[in-house]
């Protein structure tokens, strides 16, 4: 199993990024994949989650209504669009997968690499 982020970098605060996930070595649509973000001196923290199908997403609440996540099973990728950044969005972003529902993503025990994502004027 391999998992890919991309897309961080530096952005104002009000300002939009979109983080890719490219996923391989499993069967893509059966598995539920999630976004983890931790910021410097903090945990790790689920920000959030969607189903294989793409018809069930979940959200921390400090992100909701900020944060979309959406799924291309063609494609093998998963996607964060955030919206109207704020400088405590500022964190290395983390997508993880390996269970069939977002109910255990806190157990799913492959982690792909970072993306880092500031948020600074």
């Known amino acids: 199993v391999q998992l890919q982020a991309s897309g961080g970098g530096l952005v104002q605060p009000g300002g939009s990024l979109r983080l890719s996930c490219v996923a391989s070595?499993?069967?893509?649509?059966?598995?539920?994949v999630a976004w983890f973000r931790q910021a410097p001196g903090k945990g790790r923290e689920r920000v959030s989650c969607?189903?294989?199908?793409?018809?069930?997403?979940s959200y921390a609440d400090s992100v909701k209504g900020r944060f979309s996540v959406s799924r291309d099973n063609a494609k093998n990728t998963v996607y964060l669009q955030m919206d109207s950044l704020k400088s405590e969005d500022t964190a290395v972003y983390y997508c993880?997968?390996?269970?069939?529902?977002?109910?255990?993503?806190?157990?799913?025990?492959?982690w792909g690499r970072g993306t880092q994502v500031t948020v600074s004027s």
């Open positions: 070595g499993f069967t893509f649509d059966a598995y539920a």
């Open positions: 993880r997968t390996g269970g069939s529902v977002c109910s255990i993503a806190d157990l799913f025990p492959y």
């Open positions: 969607v189903s294989g199908s793409g018809g069930s997403t």
